[in-house]
């Protein structure tokens, strides 16, 4: 069967339906069959496509993504946020710039300590620890072309292993071992230890690779190869370290440190603030709907096509938590350098938390449409009872394109009103963490501006893909789907 679990629990129903049946079954509509790996899919999944620009464009990524994390601490630790710049644009300026602006302030506050290594490899290691061990349930992804059609087992303890953590931080502070406000008081030094580990980690996985020869879709130019990846599935045992990292490490970690945030201010202050509020809201929100729906992972793009390389292991392991939490950071700071809590007016700031919760319900509830549709074609749909279940996560009796690959292009729910809806909603929520603080500085911003140009990649990607894979079909469906992004606008 494609579904099992670990451990039996209420909140985890199977379906029984059989996983071969060629019409679209009762309760739910579409169809179930075991989709085959066909030559298509083979050459597909063999191509090279050389992506950001190519060799330079990956190595000018793994030179600039660290440096410029490392520019942006800066700013937001000692100056609030504003972009600083040379005095002269000469040798001299630009040399004092770096040794005394940004070294400088690295050696003060960002080097590496052993704290910074508890907090951050305690955390690693227990998150690890907790995806070998929690109960949950294990789901089969999609066929892999370059194993031959055999779909791999994940073990979806995400959500389990959350509650773990949620309880485990709650006990910590509530007894005094560990006090949550530490993490942001040694952010720097925490954030250099993420990105040493991001490197680490991405070059044992790229050896290793390497010696079992498990390498796939190589370019044969390293520093390519190197970026994207060696290898597409690599395990410890039962564990998958690519949806471990995209997972288990990067989100809660986010939150966490917006958590730190909003206890730091408590301790400093007596109060909490509402955009500070906003911000561990937010976090919670897109931390726990990656755990609570994380059996919808495994059919996904990123577990089906991406290999594991740096592009994916550093960007999770450091890039995301300590870049996408710059708004919660930023009040913070703030606070610290004024003296005041950046606060808005009531409309503005209910306005605020509307848009966020609006975004929120259509990107949960688009993304469990996109998978549970794809989870009931690959006989691997299960509903659970994980807190929150929203209205009009699952589509029965959906519309759709049966293409001449054998696969199925969704045209109901919000995927009927565009291609990307989730991506409309990743964009909505990532402009309200800017807005909640205000215009002071750009920073807050880096997160939205980011998400344009990636998700404006992926987009442009895809469809390209799509339109090689399916041809005729897939110029149906863009006549039946006509807008990306936006209905009647783009």
């Known amino acids: 069967m494609p579904v099992n679990t670990r451990s039996k629990s209420n909140a985890d ?45 990956a190595l000018g990524m793994m030179v600039g993504f660290p440096a410029l994390m490392y520019y942006f601490w800066v700013c937001l630790e000692y100056h609030q946020g504003k972009l600083i710049t040379p005095n002269a644009w000469d040798m001299d300026g630009i040399t004092s710039f770096l040794r005394n602006d940004i070294w400088g302030a690295i050696k003060k506050g960002a080097l590496p300590t052993w704290t910074a290594f508890a907090i951050y490899g305690g955390y690693v290691l227990l998150s690890f620890v907790l995806a070998y061990t929690m109960p949950g349930p294990e789901i089969e992804g999609l066929p892999i072309p370059s194993l031959k059609g055999k779909r791999l087992k994940y073990l979806c303890n995400g959500l389990s292993s959350w509650y773990a953590v949620l309880a485990l931080a709650g006990a910590l502070q509530y007894s005094g071992l560990f006090n949550l406000a530490t993490i942001v008081d040694h952010f720097g030094s925490i954030m250099t230890v993420a990105i040493i580990w991001g490197f680490t980690m991405s070059t044992a996985v790229y050896v290793i690779s390497t010696v079992k020869n498990t390498n796939h879709r190589m370019s044969g130019n390293f520093f390519y190869d190197y970026f994207m990846g060696a290898c597409l599935n690599p395990r410890i045992a039962h564990v998958d370290l690519k949806m471990w990292a995209e997972i288990r490490v990067p989100w809660p970690v986010l939150f966490f440190l917006s958590l730190s945030c909003l206890v730091k201010q408590y301790q400093m202050s007596g109060t909490v603030s509402a955009p500070v509020c906003f911000m561990v809201l937010a976090h919670f929100l897109y931390s726990n709907a990656c755990q609570k729906g994380e059996e919808c992972i495994p059919t996904s793009w990123d577990i089906f096509y991406e290999k594991d390389g740096f592009m994916l292991i550093f960007w999770n392991m450091a890039g995301v938590p300590f870049t996408y939490c710059y708004a919660s950071l930023y009040l913070l700071k703030t606070q610290v350098a004024t003296g005041q809590a950046i606060t808005h007016s009531l409309p503005y700031t209910i306005f605020l938390y509307t848009l966020l919760l609006t975004g929120y319900y259509v990107f949960d509830t688009g993304n469990s449409q996109k998978n549970r549709f794809r989870m009931e074609q690959n006989g691997s749909f299960m509903t659970r009872n994980a807190f929150p279940q929203l209205p009009w996560g699952h589509i029965k009796n959906p519309t759709y394109i049966k293409t001449k690959h054998g696969n199925l292009l969704l045209t109901s ?20 963490w800017g807005l909640i603080t205000g215009f002071g500085s750009f920073l807050p911003y880096f997160y939205f501006c980011f998400f344009v140009i990636v998700l404006t990649h992926r987009v442009s990607r895809d469809m390209e893909r799509c339109a090689k894979k399916y041809g005729d079909d897939w110029k149906e469906y863009t006549r039946r789907v006509p807008y990306v992004f936006i209905p009647y606008v783009f």
Do not use: C, N, Q
């Open 413 to 432: 729910g919000w995927f009927g009103i565009a291609r990307k809806p989730h991506y409309t909603a990743d964009l909505m929520m990532s402009v309200s």
């Open 13 to 57: 129903k199977k379906t029984a339906e059989p996983i071969d049946s060629p019409t679209p079954t009762r309760r739910t509509g579409v169809p179930k069959f075991r989709s085959k790996v066909t030559e298509l899919d083979e050459k597909l999944d063999k191509e090279v496509v050389y992506e950001f620009g190519g060799p330079m464009g």
